[in-house]
T-cell receptor, first 111, second 112 residues
Framework: ELKVEQNPLFLSMQEGKNYTIYCNYS?????LYWYRQDPGKSLESLFV???NGAVKQEGRLMASLDTKARLSTLHITAAVHDLSATYFC???????????WGAGTKLIIKP | EAQVTQNPRYLITVTGKKLTVTCSQN?????MSWYRQDPGLGLRQIYY???????DKGDVPEGYKVSRKEKRNFPLILESPSPNQTSLYFC???????????FGPGTRLTVL
């Protein structure tokens, strides 16, 4: 059974700092997604990673996928307050159409 | 405007009273899915649909039903709601799979 673990679950950081959120998963998968959720809002797609070694960047966020290590990272560079949100990773499951989600990382960036 | 809509946005009901949460998308997407979100658990997939008349169970399908008679609509039916179905529900769609999904605004359901 596929399990997805994110850490940390909560992160408070200062503006301007760099940090990384980790997404580990327990069985083989080559499909991984990152989403963002603002408080009281819906989810917004950030990245879709579909192959080993995939790296995608958007602004101050960069995501990577290592399928051999069963690990994805979401790196935040020079954080700004607007990036405060909860970040979820989701991993493709045994079924082609199944997604298993991590518990989310709540990120607070202080001015 | 391309969007996924859900109705109602908020619902308080009582145990055993059948209810339907509607989901509609205007993007001609093939894939649609229902999730529930509970604190500390992330999202859990309830049901998904790969196309019209094609649906399958996700991780937590017990107590729920779905149908996909038209491409744009994917209603979630709770035949006999119970308090443990109190949750925040999201509908999502994507052009196909495994590309990114677009999420609806959510439906907050409370079952007393």
């Amino acid at each position: 059974e596929l399990k997805v673990e994110q850490n940390p679950l909560f992160l408070s950081m200062q503006e301007g700092k760099n940090y990384t959120i980790y997404c580990n998963y327990s069985t083989t998968s080559d499909r991984l997604y990152w989403y963002r959720q603002d408080p009281g809002k819906s989810l917004e797609s950030l990245f879709v990673l579909l192959s080993n070694g995939a790296v995608k960047q958007e602004g101050r966020l960069m995501a990577s996928l290592d399928t051999k290590a069963r690990l994805s990272t979401l790196h935040i560079t020079a954080a700004v307050h607007d990036l405060s949100a909860t970040y979820f990773c989701a991993v493709g499951g045994d079924s082609n159409y199944q997604l298993i989600w991590g518990a989310g990382t709540k990120l607070i960036i202080k001015p | 405007e391309a969007q996924v809509t859900q109705n109602p946005r908020y619902l308080i009901t009582v145990t055993g009273k059948k209810l339907t949460v509607t989901c509609s998308q205007n993007m001609n997407h093939e894939y649609m899915s229902w999730y529930r979100q509970d604190p500390g658990l992330g999202l859990r997939q309830i049901y998904y649909s790969m196309n019209v008349e094609v649906t399958d169970k996700g991780d937590v399908p017990e107590g729920y039903k779905v149908s996909r008679k038209e491409k744009r609509n994917f209603p979630l039916i709770l035949e006999s709601p119970s308090p443990n179905q109190t949750s925040l529900y999201f509908c999502a769609s994507s052009l196909s799979f495994p590309v990114e999904q677009f999420f609806g605004p959510g439906t907050r359901l409370t079952v007393l």
